[in-house]
C-alpha cells in the first residue's frame, strides 16, 4: 500500500534539535523528500535522500533513512524561529512509467524561545 | 522562486459549478503534475502530463480534468464542484523525473 505517517505536532525551544519522524510502507520508493510549507504559501523542497543512502547532511539538516524500518527523520540544527512551519516527509515511487510522490499529513513545528 | 507559476492565486465558487487552474512550468520542463491539498493535510496526486498526454491518475473522479499545451503550461478542469474540493491545488513541474518544482497553488473555496 501507499502511505505515509507523521506525527502532528512538535514544539521546540530556540537554538535546541528538532527531529521530525516519519514511517512509509512502500519498499520500492526510489527518492525521498523533505518540504516545509509556510503559512498560504506553497512547498519548499528541503532536501531528499536516495533510497539507498542511509544518511545525508546538508547545513543545519541531517536525514536518516533506516529503509529496514522504512523510517526517515529529520534533523533541523540550532532551530530558530524562521524555522516554524509544516514539514512534509514524501516518498516517490515510480508506477506505470511516471512518478508521483506520496505525502504524509505533515508535521507543525512550532519554535519558541 | 521556483519559476511555476499558477492562476488565480485565489478564487471562489459555488457547487455546481466549474473551474479553470492554470500552470506555466520552469522552462524546459516537459513534465506537469497537479496535487489537491486540503486543510491540514498532505497534497495527493491528481494526475500527471508529460508531452500533452495524461500519463498517471490519482484516485480522482473523471470531473477532474486536464491539459498540457506544446509549450507545456498545463490546466487543470474541475466540472460539477462540490464542497469538499474546496482545498490547494499546486502544480509541479519537472524535466526528465527529476526534482519537482511546486508552484505557489491556487486557494479554491466552494460555497
Known amino acids: 500500500g501507499e502511505d505515509v505517517e507523521q506525527s502532528l505536532f512538535l514544539s521546540v525551544r530556540e537554538g535546541d534539535s528538532s527531529v521530525i519522524n516519519c514511517t512509509y510502507t512502500d519498499s520500492s520508493s526510489t527518492y525521498l523528500y523533505w518540504y516545509k510549507q509556510e503559512p498560504g504559501a506553497g512547498l519548499q523542497l528541503l532536501t531528499y535522500i536516495f533510497s539507498n543512502m542511509d544518511m545525508k547532511q546538508d547545513q543545519r539538516l541531517t536525514v536518516l533513512l533506516n529503509k529496514k524500518d522504512k523510517h526517515l527523520s529529520l534533523r533541523i540544527a540550532d532551530t530558530q524561529t524562521g524555522d516554524s512551519a ?20 505533515g508535521t507543525r513545528l512550532a519554535v519558541h524561545p | 522562486e ?3 507559476t499558477q ?5 471562489i465558487k459555488t457547487r455546481g459549478q466549474q473551474v479553470t487552474l492554470r500552470c506555466s512550468s520552469q522552462s524546459g520542463h516537459n513534465t506537469v503534475s497537479w496535487y489537491q491539498q486540503a486543510l491540514g493535510q498532505g497534497p495527493q496526486f491528481i494526475f500527471q502530463y508529460y508531452r500533452e498526454e495524461e500519463n498517471g491518475r490519482g484516485n480522482f473522479p473523471p470531473r477532474f ?7 507545456y503550461s498545463s490546466e487543470l478542469n474541475v466540472n460539477a464542484l462540490e464542497l469538499d474540493d474546496s482545498a490547494l491545488y499546486l502544480c509541479a513541474s519537472t524535466e526528465g523525473g527529476g526534482e ?4 505557489e497553488g491556487s486557494r479554491l473555496t466552494v460555497l
Do not use: D
Open chain 2, 2 to 4: 521556483t519559476g511555476v
Open chain 2, 100 to 103: 519537482l518544482f511546486f508552484g
Open chain 2, 7 to 11: 492562476s488565480p492565486t485565489h478564487l
Open chain 2, 65 to 71: 480534468s486536464g491539459l498540457q499545451f506544446p509549450n
Open chain 1, 86 to 105: 509544516i514539514y512534509f516527509c514524501a516518498e516517490s515511487l515510480l508506477s506505470g512509467g511516471y512518478n508521483k510522490l506520496i505525502f504524509g499529513a
